[in-house]
């Protein structure tokens, strides 16, 4: 598992203890209504969707990081989570499809920091990961979204059926992927600057 390090944020695997930071992002009113329809989760759905993003990097070596914003180089203030995902079902003719994912506080939004996270983790997947591509399937009135995929290097394909509903198709390669600068990534046994 690995860590990431851009100049503002820090990115690091989840683990059991952040059921409540989860639960705190799940159930912001900005949140909610932009992902959820407008119904608030349980505690239990938050983390039965901790355990999934812990079993998700067991079984990939990657995943969504929680992402934190630095306060005088330490990590201090949870900002939400950005990472890739296997599709699986929900793509079932592409299931070995990896997207991107980020989900932000309403309080980090709008301040760069989703694009910021959003170049590091497609780096990462080009980089580390040697994937050929990465997608994001966005809801159409998701534009903040968009802007921001588009600002690290996706292009819109098209729309797309993902999960029973109509969503925006994207797709980044490493030849169009914003690279961010001084990014570092921290693994159990080394560091690596990039």
């Given at each position: 598992m690995y860590i990431l390090e851009t100049p503002r944020l820090i990115l690091r695997p989840p683990?059991?203890?952040d059921?409540?930071?989860?639960?705190g992002l799940n159930s912001d009113p900005f949140v909610v209504n932009a992902v959820?329809?407008?119904v608030y989760p349980t505690i239990e759905q938050?983390?039965?969707a901790l355990r999934?993003?812990?079993n998700h990097w067991q079984h990939n070596r990657f995943g969504l990081w929680m992402l934190f914003v630095k306060d005088e180089g330490q990590a201090r203030k949870f900002a939400g989570y950005c990472g890739l995902r296997c599709c699986g079902l929900c793509l079932p003719e592409d299931p070995n499809n990896v997207e991107i994912v980020t989900r932000l506080h309403l309080a980090a939004s709008g301040k760069g920091i989703a694009v910021e996270a959003g170049r590091a983790v497609v780096q990462f997947a080009f980089e580390h990961l040697k994937l050929e591509k990465v997608t994001a399937f966005i809801r159409p009135s998701n534009t903040r979204s968009l802007r921001k995929n588009l600002k690290v290097g996706f292009s819109?394909?098209?729309d797309r059926i993902?999960?029973?509903m109509v969503m925006r198709y994207c797709e980044v390669f490493p030849e169009t992927a914003v690279e961010i600068e001084n990014l570092v990534i921290l693994n159990y046994e080394e560091q690596i600057v990039v």
């Open positions: 683990s059991h203890s059921e409540l930071l989860l639960h959820r329809d407008g938050s983390k039965a999934e993003f812990i819109y394909v098209g993902y999960d029973n």
